[in-house]
């Protein structure tokens, strides 16, 4: 249909990158990609109080993070201002704009009066026609709003919309500083990136048709529109930080995957059928507006973890592999000192849901143990265990195979040899290795951990056994 498509993200650099305006990058990206067009994206940075360097920077860090290329941009809007004030004049020429120096005193005022009267609080056009400007006032200028008529477009996802023009007032477009307000700028930057498709929150939703009223005083078609609902809390109260609508890189920090929260994403409001898991190329294809739910959708941690433990379990390893590389270098650990991401995958993968699990319970394979559990140790290393591990060692250290069948067979005789029960082999083998009762099944465990390691330390284990009884005979 629309060949060449063009979207765009516009997020104010105000904050970080959080689980909504992500959605809305991510509905922009896909509509773009499904129809080989441009996404563009443009930093709304004309609040210089509010807007920092450091949330530019997470804007972008987010959006790469997730896969969210662009094709244009980032464009700033704060190197455009002459651009704003190009346009303001021309609107200014053709009477669709004006200077306005009513003072905040007035306007206050105004505002007071008319709700003292029950009405809605709109300017009431007192310097549209002035005839004299008055003297040493610094004006903002105001967009001549039609007094009648009305506004209507099909928004992609909430159908017909209609509002009067009686509805709305001549808004500010430029302040007394000569920056944009939000509502131009945005006509001025979709027109000139001649943006096809906006696709922003539903709190602009009150925004477009006086937008649209500004594109006609341009003399020019409005882009389509598509506004997205917000997302809430499973409480049904607002998304906030209290229900974990942290920034996108703190979904990476806590050990989320990329792909998981893209095709978690994409199920906020969306759905195709009961299908819960969409490859990037699936939700390509199969991505519409026009299926995006027209009610809030709440946000569910437990489908995140749930897809989350599915893409750790199932990604191509060279995908999976950059994350994990992160989130070792984050807990100080060399991945190249321990086994095979693909092996570790392999015994982990169902232990756990996330990263930096994965890496904190996977510590004793690459790293030396820093102790043993207080608790574990007491239980386990005790004397009655010194020769179940001499012999388990010198049974494993003849294994000509390390492999978990071969292993497990070690564990066996070394059972039958010393007539002990699993508890009495498995319990004091696992702190051995581990530091501490917790771990992968022991057959798995060994394999992961390798030869070397395994009998350094069941040599370290002895040596603490014999040390504990030592103490101990010195003390009685
Ligand atoms: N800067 C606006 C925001 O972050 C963009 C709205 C729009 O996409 O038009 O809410």
Known sequence: MNASVRTRFAPSPTGFLHVGGARTALFCWLEARAREGAFVLRI?????????????????????????????????????QQRYREIADQL??????????????????????QM??????????????LQQAPEG??????????????????????????????????????????????????????????????????????????????????????PEFAHVPMILGPDGARLSKRHGAISVMAWREQGYLPQALVNYLVRLGWSH??????????MIRLFSLEEVNRKPSAFNIEKLNWLNQHYLRNLP??????????????????????????????????????????????????????????????KHLRPVAGPVLVDLARRLEQLSQWQPEALEGAVAECMEACQVGMGKVGGPLRVALMGQANSPSIDRTLWLMGREKTLARLE?????????????????
Request: contains cysteine; negative net charge; aromatic residues 8%.
């Open 317 to 378: 390893m060279d995908a999976l592999e950059p994350e994990i590389e992160w989130h070792f270098k984050a807990q100080g650990l060399d991945v190249q000192a321990g086994p095979s991401l693909d092996d570790l995958r392999a015994v982990q993968g169902d232990r756990v849901e996330n990263l930096v699990e994965l890496v904190r319970q996977s510590r004793p394979f690459y790293a030396d143990l820093e102790g043993y559990d207080e608790k574990a140790a007491k």
């Open 137 to 222: 006032i610094e004006p903002v200028i105001r967009f001549r709003n039609p007094d009648s008529g009305f506004v209507e477009f099909d928004d992609r996802v909430r159908g017909r919309i209609r509002v009067e023009n009686s509805e709305m007032d001549d808004l500010v477009i430029l302040r007394t500083d000569q920056t944009p307000t939000y509502n131009f700028a945005v006509v001025v930057d979709d027109l000139d990136m001649e943006i096809s498709l906006v696709i922003r929150g539903d709190d602009h939703i009150n925004n477009t048709p006086r937008q649209i009223n500004i594109y006609r005083a341009l003399d020019t078609a409005p």
């Open 92 to 113: 200014i020429e053709k009477g669709l704009a004006y200077p306005c120096y009513c003072s905040r005193e007035r306007i206050e005022k105004l505002r007071e009066d």
């Open 460 to 476: 370290q284990a002895l040596a603490f056994i014999a040390e504990r009884e030592a103490l101990a005979q010195s003390g009685s």
């Open 273 to 282: 059928g009961d299908q819960e898991v969409f490859s990037r190329e699936e």
């Open 116 to 129: 003292a009267q029950g009405i809605k609080p709109r300017y009431d056009g007192h310097c549209r026609d």
């Open 44 to 80: 709304e940075d004309t609040d210089r109080e509010r807007s920092t360097g450091e949330s530019v920077q997470a804007i972008i860090d987010g959006m790469t993070w997730l896969g969210l290329d662009w094709d244009e941009g980032p464009v700033y809007q704060s190197d455009r």
